[in-house]
C-alpha cells in the first residue's frame, strides 16, 4: 500500500513542478552564426610546407609501390598455390591480391579525396 502511495505521489510531485521552458530572450537571428566561407587552408601560412607535401608525395609513392607488390605476390601465389597443392596458399593469396587492390585504389586516389575535401 506504502509503495504505491509513493509511486502515485512522485508522479503527481514531478508533473506539477515541470513546467514548459521559455522562449530564449532575445530570439536568434536567422543567418547568424559562424562565417564558414571565410576558413580557407593556406599552406603559405606553414613554415616549410614544400618539405610536408614531399614527404606526404613520398609516402604515397612508397603505399603505391607495396600494394603493386602485394598484388604481385598474391598474384603468384594463387597461380603457384594449385600446381604444388596448396589451395590454402591459393586462397591466400587470392584475398591478398583483393586487399592489395583495394589499398592501391585507396592511396591512388588520396589526392583526389584531399582536393574534394578541401575544395573552396
Request: hydrophobic content about 50%; aromatic content about 10%; overall charge positive.
Amino acid at each position: 500500500m506504502t509503495a504505491y502511495t509513493g509511486a502515485w505521489l512522485a508522479a503527481v510531485l514531478t508533473a506539477r513542478v515541470v513546467r514548459p521552458v521559455a522562449d530564449p530572450t532575445p530570439a536568434p537571428t536567422p543567418g547568424g552564426g559562424f562565417d564558414w566561407e571565410k576558413i580557407k587552408p593556406d599552406p603559405s601560412a606553414v613554415p616549410k610546407s614544400g618539405l610536408f607535401y614531399t614527404i606526404v608525395n613520398a609516402c604515397m609513392f612508397l603505399g603505391v609501390v607495396a600494394a603493386i607488390a602485394g598484388l604481385v605476390s598474391g598474384a603468384i601465389a594463387f597461380g603457384v598455390g594449385p600446381i604444388f597443392g596448396a589451395h590454402i596458399i591459393s586462397d591466400r593469396g587470392k584475398s591478398m591480391m583483393w586487399k592489395a587492390g583495394l589499398v592501391a585504389l585507396i592511396v591512388g586516389s588520396a589526392t583526389t579525396i584531399v582536393s574534394f575535401l578541401l575544395r573552396q
